[in-house]
């Protein structure tokens, strides 16, 4: 079975621009989740879809982040203007139960 | 607020027990998970508790007691590649997003 996979694994962007994240979730989970672990810090809920509905998404920052979940496959997270402190590692996961959640590898994005 | 406080870092040798404790305080509470995470890559799911008491899984056990918000990770018969940070991780509904403790770094010597 594949696991979570996401693109790219590395991003270094300047300020102002835009990027977006990949995430393809294990075939048949329904739920989704993008997370954010900043330097030093803890990993951080940023939203979470049950299929392609979003459920939960208080913890997106501010309106420049916009996750997207194309027919429950596929998600996309596009930052746009990028801003430095959006610099850290951003992790999805996905589950079919809401403790065991399967991680990705992480898109490590530099904001200069 | 949420918060979940566990130590930063603990050490040991090889073949010893090491405990990990995780102490929560969350507006609702449903269950406790613990993840792996080696190096930087993807955190990996270890255990989950919701109701008091051990749950054991080979070499790591995860205990839990909902009226002291409290929990531990224990890990027996350490192997170098024990070697990685550890999470902590709450529920605070059914169907509800994780939230993370900082993570503990465990670094085995031989």
């Known amino acids: 079975e594949a696991g979570v996979t996401q693109f790219p694994s590395h991003s270094v962007i300047e300020k102002g621009q835009t990027v977006t994240l990949r995430c393809d979730p294990i075939s048949g989970h329904d739920n989704l989740y993008w997370y954010r672990r900043v330097m030093g810090k803890e990993i951080k809920f940023l939203l979470h879809?049950?299929?392609?509905?979003?459920?939960?998404e208080s913890g997106m920052p501010n309106n420049r982040f916009l996750a997207e979940r194309t027919g429950g496959t596929y998600s996309t997270l596009k930052v746009q203007p990028a801003e430095l402190e959006d610099s850290g590692v951003y992790f999805c996961?996905?589950?079919?139960?809401?403790?065991?959640?399967?991680f990705g590898p992480g898109t490590r994005l530099t904001v200069t | 607020g949420q918060s979940l406080e566990q130590p930063s870092e603990v050490t040991a040798v090889e073949g010893a027990i090491v405990q990990i404790n995780c102490t929560y305080q969350t507006s609702g509470f449903y269950g406790l998970s613990w993840y792996q995470q080696h190096d930087g890559g993807a955190p990996t799911f270890l255990s989950y508790n919701a109701l008091d008491g051990l749950e054991e899984t080979g070499r790591f056990s995860s205990f839990l007691s909902r009226s002291d918000s409290y929990g531990y990770l224990l890990l027996q018969e350490l192997q170098m590649k024990d070697s990685a940070s550890y999470f902590c991780a709450v529920n605070r509904q059914a169907g509800t997003a994780l939230i993370f403790g900082k993570g503990t770094t465990l670094s085995v010597s031989s």
């Open positions: 996961a996905s589950s079919t139960t809401w403790y065991e959640q399967y």
């Open positions: 879809f049950v299929k392609e509905s979003k459920q939960d």
